[in-house]
């Protein structure tokens, strides 16, 4: 990622006339580049969870994944069978 800000300051002086040698823009480049990769990395991360996994994980934000809801228990028959088992 260290690279990739080098790479993204070498743009915003290519393209846009910025200071190249800028030690605070570069800081502030990297922190940028290091947030958006680290959230995507969770998104990804989250959608392979509940994907690969869907039978103990579901979505439960863009970000976050957790054990599935549990099913309400309904009345039972005798023998412990809910009642909609026929």
Known sequence: M??????????????????????HYYLVDCGICLGLGFLGF??????????Q????????????????AARPAGPMKAGGLPTDCE
Not at 53 to 68: E, L, M, Q
């Open 2 to 23: 260290l690279i990739l800000g080098a790479a993204v300051r070498f743009l915003h002086f290519a393209l846009f006339g910025a200071t190249l040698l800028s030690l």
């Open 42 to 51: 969770r998104a990804a991360r989250a959608a392979q969870m509940a994907t």
């Open 53 to 68: 996994y869907r039978w103990i994980n579901t979505r439960t934000g863009a970000f976050t994944w957790g054990p599935p």
